[in-house]
C-alpha cells in the first residue's frame, strides 16, 4: 500500500493511460498538486500490453508515482480508476483500501470525474472551468454516450476533436504539452496547436475514406458486424458499424497495437436491450478486460487474436 498521507511539497512521476481520459486524469492531478505546492516530474502515458497480468507486479515504476485510468498497482502514492477490470488479482482486491489517495469508482463515467470527486471531498479541491468542461468531454468519450452514431464518428465538437487526436498514437501525442495546457486553456484552443490541427486534418480525410471502404473489411455475423482493421491503414472508428448498421447489436473490431494485437469489443449504445452480458468481465476469461458496455483484449500474434474474436463473436451470438 502506497503512502496513505501523502507530503507537501512532493515531486511525483505520473503515470496515466494513455487514452483521452488517461490524459484528463492526469490534468486533473496536475491542478489539484500545483494548489499544494506539489510537482509533477515526468509524465509516462501507458498502454495495455500482452501479458500485463504476469508483468504489471514487477512494473518498473520511477518513485514516488500516481497512477490514473489504469490497473490498480499497490505501490503507488496516489491511484485512481474506474475500471472493473483494475484487480489483476483477488488478493490485491481484498487487501486494498480506500483513503484520501487511493479510490476505485467503477460508477464514475471518466476517470477524471471520479478524482475531482474524491479530491473534492477529501481535500476540498475545486476545478477551474476549464478543467471542468474537460470532464464533460470525458464523460462521454469514456462511457461512449454520444448523443448519436453520427456525432461519435463525426467528432466535431472540440472535446471530441482532442479525443480523435489522442485516440491514435501513430504520430507523437505530446501528451505533457497537452496535460499542461489543459489546466488553464479552452478545448477549443488546444485543438489549434499546429501539431494537433495538422493531423486532424489528416484523421478527417481518413474519416471519409472510412466510410468508403468499410464494407470491404467488416463483415454481418448475425448479431454482431466484426471489424479487421489490419486489412487497411486507414483508421476505422469503433461506431463506424453503428453509423452504418444502426440495427446491430454488438461490434466486434481487430487491431493492431503495441507489439501485437488488440480486439475491441462492445454493445450498441444506441439500441435499447437487456443487460444481459458484461463485455469486460466476459473479456476477463481471455486476460483482457473494461466496462460494462465495451471492453478489449490483447494477443501477441494475429492467428491468437481472430481466434479469440471468433469465440467472442460465437458466445455474443448464443448470449447477447
Ligand atoms: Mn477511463
New binding site residues.
Given amino acids: 500500500m502506497g503512502n496513505a498521507h501523502p507530503a507537501r511539497f512532493m515531486d511525483y512521476h505520473l503515470y496515466f ?1 494513455n ?1 483521452f ?2 490524459i484528463a ?1 492526469g490534468a486533473v492531478m496536475l491542478d489539484f498538486l500545483k494548489g499544494r505546492g506539489d510537482k509533477i516530474i515526468s509524465f509516462n502515458p501507458i498502454n495495455y500490453f500482452a501479458e500485463l497480468q504476469k508483468k504489471w507486479p514487477k512494473f518498473k515504476f520511477k518513485k514516488p508515482f500516481i497512477l490514473v ?1 489504469f490497473r490498480y498497482h499497490p505501490k503507488a502514492d496516489f491511484w485512481f ?3 472493473l477490470s483494475t484487480f489483476i488479482s483477488e488478493k490485491w482486491k481484498s487487501d486494498f483500501a480506500t483513503d484520501k489517495a487511493h479510490y476505485f469508482g467503477p460508477k464514475f463515467k ?3 470525474g471520479l478524482i475531482i470527486f474524491h479530491l473534492g471531498k477529501q481535500f476540498g479541491y475545486r476545478p477551474p472551468h476549464c478543467i471542468k468542461e474537460l470532464v464533460g468531454w ?1 464523460d462521454m468519450v ?1 462511457s461512449a454516450s454520444y448523443k448519436s452514431a453520427k456525432q461519435a464518428v463525426e467528432l466535431k465538437e472540440p472535446g471530441l476533436r482532442l479525443a480523435l487526436f489522442l485516440a491514435d498514437d501513430s504520430y507523437p501525442l505530446h501528451q505533457e504539452e497537452i496535460i499542461k495546457r489543459l489546466i488553464s486553456e479552452s478545448i477549443s484552443k488546444i485543438v489549434k496547436l499546429p501539431f494537433i490541427a495538422k493531423e486532424l486534418k489528416k484523421l478527417d480525410y481518413e474519416t471519409k475514406r472510412a466510410k468508403k471502404i468499410f464494407k470491404d473489411i467488416s463483415a454481418l455475423k448475425d448479431k454482431i458486424v466484426f471489424v479487421d482493421t489490419t486489412k487497411t491503414k486507414t483508421f476505422i472508428s469503433r461506431y463506424m458499424g453503428y453509423f452504418l448498421y444502426p440495427k446491430i447489436k454488438y461490434f466486434v473490431i481487430v487491431m493492431r497495437s503495441d507489439g501485437g494485437y488488440h480486439i475491441s469489443a462492445g454493445k450498441n449504445p444506441w439500441k435499447k436491450m437487456p443487460n444481459k452480458i458484461a463485455i469486460g468481465e466476459m473479456l476477463g476469461k481471455y486476460g483482457g478486460g473494461g466496462h460494462k458496455g465495451v471492453g478489449g483484449v490483447e494477443r501477441r500474434t494475429k492467428p491468437e487474436i481472430l481466434k479469440v474474436a471468433e469465440e467472442i463473436i460465437e458466445y455474443l451470438n448464443k448470449h447477447g
Avoid: F
Fill in positions: 493511460h487514452d481520459d488517461g486524469s485510468d480508476d474506474h475500471h471518466s476517470c477524471c470525458a469514456d
